[in-house]
């Protein structure tokens, strides 16, 4: 049973920083492109940052293009998700997610390609 967990999440004032984490366990994660997708109140999940099962190759989407690093530990199973110049709009429940497909990152940004998804954690930001 593939599991994963987010953490780092909160409440901080614009401008400030935060590092989300997503620790898996049941699976190893280094085969895996990885993604951080996030959902505000009344609105559809949309695409955050993917990194490739390697690392080697990293999206983001364009409204946190400068502002957002995605990375990964593999030897840890850990993904994370550095915040930083954090704005109003960036509040929302942030998700983790594993691709369907190992060693593959086509269609990084549809949630429908990725088959094991954290919890959420919430992040709120301030104006």
């Known amino acids: 049973q593939v599991q994963l967990v987010e953490s780092g999440g909160g409440l901080v004032q614009a401008g400030a920083s935060l590092r989300l984490s997503c620790a898996a366990s049941?699976?190893?994660?280094?085969?895996?492109?990885m993604g951080w997708f996030r959902q505000a109140p009344g609105k559809e999940r949309e695409f955050v940052a993917h990194?490739?099962?390697?690392?080697?190759?990293?999206y983001y989407a364009d409204s946190v293009k400068g502002r957002f690093t995605i990375s990964r530990d593999n030897a840890k199973n850990t993904v994370y998700l550095q915040m930083n110049s954090l704005k109003p709009e960036d509040t929302a429940a942030y998700y983790c997610?594993?691709?369907?497909?190992?060693?593959?990152?086509?269609?990084?940004?549809?949630?429908?390609?990725?088959?094991?998804w954290g919890q959420g954690t919430q992040v709120t930001v301030s104006s």
């Open positions: 997610a594993s691709a369907s497909i190992a060693r593959y990152s086509g269609g990084y940004y549809s949630s429908d390609n990725y088959a094991h």
């Open positions: 990194i490739s099962w390697n690392g080697g190759i990293t």
């Open positions: 049941g699976r190893t994660l280094s085969s895996y492109a």
